[in-house]
């Protein structure tokens, strides 16, 4: 049985995670677990994350899963979501904290100064609500999804990686953004697909067939 471990350290919106993979993937075992034997047991992981990365950084060593994700991103399909993508990198100006280092990169806030919209109108921060993912090449978990589809979001900072190559979705949202990054069998991604409709669906069910 494909079995999947949503990672819990108390700081993602797990039950809708868990409800859209569940809907994708009827057949599959689904774990919203906080035990590192279990993430470290599942064919698959994925790592959700909403609030600020100081915190989730805090429950996640509290927890003692800062290892078995680790492990994850090494060894197993791995999909991160939001702080999920962000942790992923080795810093970010939100509270001046360090993340995992699987990338190199910092998260960045949106800059003040450059959060104006074609239309001269003044962009808010935190970035909420429906956005157009370009793709920046192709990847098995864009199959049957759309260039310039629409995902939601939330969020203050974003990534930017140092490996360009990184990047394998793109946003505009006062900036050019990194919206998704993927390497190996690692998928991250800054918007949220279990709120992201028929697109976000394509994308969980992509995942749960994933084989890198």
Request: charged share 20%.
């Amino acid at each position: 049985m494909n079995t999947v471990a949503i990672v819990d350290y108390g700081m993602g919106n797990l039950r809708s995670v868990a409800k859209a993979i569940e809907h994708v993937a009827p057949e599959a075992r689904v774990l919203v677990t906080h035990q590192p034997a279990l993430v470290a047991s599942a064919d698959r992981v994925v790592v959700p994350g909403q609030g600020a990365m100081p915190d989730c950084m805090r429950e996640l060593a509290a927890r003692g899963l800062l290892q078995s994700v680790i492990d994850a991103t090494r060894r197993k399909p791995f999909l991160g979501i939001c702080i999920g993508l962000q942790m992923l990198f080795d810093s970010s100006e939100e509270g001046g904290v360090s993340g995992l280092s699987v990338f190199g990169g910092r998260v960045r806030r949106f800059p003040a100064e450059r959060m104006i919209g074609p239309n001269g109108v003044r962009l808010k921060v935190p970035h909420m609500g429906w956005n157009r993912v370009t793709q920046a090449r192709p990847h098995a978990l864009w199959q049957d999804i759309a260039d310039g589809e629409r995902f939601y979001f939330v969020h203050s900072y974003f990534v930017v990686p140092d490996d360009a190559a990184l990047t394998a979705g793109r946003t505009e949202y006062g900036v050019d953004f990194t919206a998704a990054v993927a390497q190996d069998n690692i998928f991250a991604v800054q918007f949220h697909p279990e709120k992201s409709a028929q697109a976000g669906l394509a994308l969980l069910g992509n995942f749960m067939r994933w084989k890198p």
